[in-house]
């Protein structure tokens, strides 16, 4: 029994359920089974070595910089966990080269770092306030990815007007400022990196009904 599946030992009981119960036992079954319900819609990263980088638009780019590069590290840190065999690439390099260097396009940041995909993240739209004493976060950002080695677009997807939470604001009394940016990324991460690796749908119907 060495190389018998533990999800399959651990669903052996439920095949002993009478018949009776009827579908919500088999749907149960498959559940247990997959419960990534979600698949992904560009399923392309698995076993690639991946560059991610985000760039602000000009109005964003001094006020939000910091920001662009944080969920950058977030989206390739959920890759990374959830893209089977996928190597992303360290932040802290992207950011280096782009540093050090004039900024070309996405691809060429992707080839100098050796990768061979390279998903791009414009992002259009990134505040977090609404009104002086809320908390709000909207974002609006186009998802691009490059195949490097045959040098072209192989999938792309704009987030319009991305909100959290989805439908309430946060007293900005309830949070710090640091505090409330982070939790924005780390949402708005989630709402990339699902782009490419499948996912529960459960989870996501539980972070739009959040409350605080």
């Not at 030992?9 to 088999?26: E, F, Y």
């Amino acid at each position: 029994m060495t190389g018998f599946p533990r999800r399959l030992l651990l669903l052996a009981p439920l095949t002993l359920v009478p018949l009776a119960t009827g579908c919500s036992t088999l749907l149960t079954v498959a559940y247990l089974i997959q419960p990534a319900d979600m698949p992904a819609e560009f399923a392309g990263l698995k076993g690639q070595t991946v560059a991610v980088v985000c760039r602000p638009i000009i109005e964003l780019e001094f006020t939000d910089a910091g920001s662009a590069r944080e969920l950058a590290g977030l989206v390739g840190g959920q890759i990374e966990q959830n893209v089977r065999r996928s190597t992303v690439i360290g932040q802290h390099e992207v950011a280096r080269w782009i540093d050090e260097n004039a900024w070309v396009d996405y691809q060429t940041v992707g080839r100098a770092l050796d990768a061979d995909y390279v998903v791009g993240i414009d992002l259009e739209e990134f505040r977090y306030h609404e009104g002086s004493t809320l908390y709000r976060g909207r974002a609006t950002a186009h998802v691009k990815v490059y195949d490097l080695d045959d040098k072209k677009l192989v999938y792309q997807k704009r987030i319009d007007d991305f909100a959290f939470p989805a439908n309430s604001a946060i007293p900005a009394a309830d949070r710090s400022e640091n505090e409330f940016r982070g939790m924005f990324l780390q949402m708005l991460s989630l709402q990339v990196s699902r782009l490419f690796h499948s996912y529960e749908s459960r989870e996501v119907f539980a972070e739009d009904s959040l409350t605080f």
